[in-house]
């Protein structure tokens, strides 16, 4: 009985632990699209500087959280997320690019999106 | 591209995570118990393969976390263990998850339904006898499938070799053997548990031939007093 009680334990305790992971990542990574949207209505008013910031607080946020992410996702996901928000902040360096700068927002928003996405607790995601 | 340096951190890091997983897999194995690793049941089996793919994954790739490895093996060690605490319980349930022994031979009659429902030939079931040590299917009475896939037999009572009582022979009980000396080592606690010390021991190796322990591969005694005496070899 006892190691039922255990093993059951243990189980609703690894459980409780993945339902915390997301919804923790689906907290931060929607605080870093806020940011990165808030990022693109100030270039849309062409306050590149504001944009810059914003865009320097999501990398900030996002090395932050670094260790945990790479314990608990996939190595490439996370450098890849890295990696983009490094090219979007290349690219408001460059305020003619606006587009490329939209394009790169867009894609970045979208892996994050993606991320979060793939850790939910979903049919389509157990299936 | 990875460099001469890089490639000497990926390799500590993958040799830490084997050292890791091999750690959480011996740990797990032994919790559930020394039943898992002789007799492996259908459920045993699957969890046991299950678990090997598991490891093998994070373990040579990096750029997985080392949790994605963890955390199944932990989770199918507890859902095996609940399993096996509810068979313990339940017949039923035993019966549904380890499946039933299946008579193929019944009263000295091979079943033939039984043995296409466990799809083995009557050549296999042959070829199981004789690693039984039974070449004649006659002396059989029943011959049972075990749910772990060993064969049991029980022979007629005709040919069944007869025991002591049987033969109104005086047996004696023996006991465990003990062993004293392993490999030329003396084993101190073994000998005191059996009463006997130092100088018994050298009489004893004398009356061998053997100079010192260093000259005995094995020496074992029983509860009725009887050695069994191995030199080493040159």
């Not at chain 2, 998850?97 to 030939?121: A, D, H, M, Q, W």
Request: aromatic share 4%; proline share 3%; charged share 20%.
């Amino acid at each position: 009985m006892k190691r039922l009680v255990i093993s059951l334990g243990l189980l609703l305790l690894i459980a409780g632990a993945t339902l915390g992971n997301t919804a923790f990542l689906k907290t931060r990574t929607q605080a870093l699209e806020e940011l990165l949207t808030t990022a693109q209505a100030a270039v849309g008013r062409q306050d590149w500087r504001e944009a810059e910031d914003l865009t320097k607080q999501a990398l900030d946020q996002w090395r932050e959280l670094e260790f945990y992410l790479h314990v608990t996702l996939r190595h490439d996901d996370i450098d890849q997320i890295l990696a983009s928000i490094q090219e979007v902040r290349q690219y408001l360096t460059c305020p003619e690019d606006t587009a490329e700068y939209a394009a790169a927002n867009a894609r970045l928003l979208t892996q994050l999106e993606l991320l979060c996405e793939a850790e939910c607790l979903t049919l389509h995601n157990i299936l | 591209m990875i460099t001469a340096k890089g490639a000497g951190s990926f390799m500590i890091i993958v040799l830490i995570r084997t050292v890791i997983l091999y750690v959480v897999i011996i740990a797990g194995i032994r919790l559930m118990g020394k039943r898992q690793v002789g007799e492996l049941e259908p459920s045993e089996l699957v969890l046991a393969l299950l678990i090997a793919d598991l490891a093998s994954v994070p373990m040579q790739d990096t750029g997985i976390p080392l949790l994605w490895g963890i955390i199944p093996i932990i989770a199918l060690l507890c859902t095996a263990s609940i399993i096996s605490v509810l068979t313990l319980k339940s017949p039923r349930f035993r019966d549904l998850v380890c499946g039933t022994p299946s008579f193929l031979i019944r009263r000295g009659k091979v079943v033939e339904g039984e043995l296409r429902r466990n799809r083995i030939t009557l050549d296999e079931l042959l070829e199981e006898l004789r690693i039984q040590g039974v070449f004649d299917l006659s002396t059989v009475r029943y011959a049972i499938l075990e749910s772990n896939g060993q064969l049991s037999v029980l022979l007629n009572s005709a040919d069944l070799p007869a025991t002591a009582a049987q033969a109104g022979a005086q047996a004696q009980d023996k006991g465990v053997p003990t062993v004293l000396i392993a490999d030329g080592r003396v084993l101190t606690d073994n000998l005191k548990k059996q009463g006997l010390d130092q100088v018994w021991l050298t009489r004893q190796l004398e009356a061998r031939g053997a100079a010192s322990p260093a000259q005995v591969l094995l020496l074992t005694v029983d509860e009725a007093g009887g050695l069994y005496y191995a030199a080493k070899e040159g």
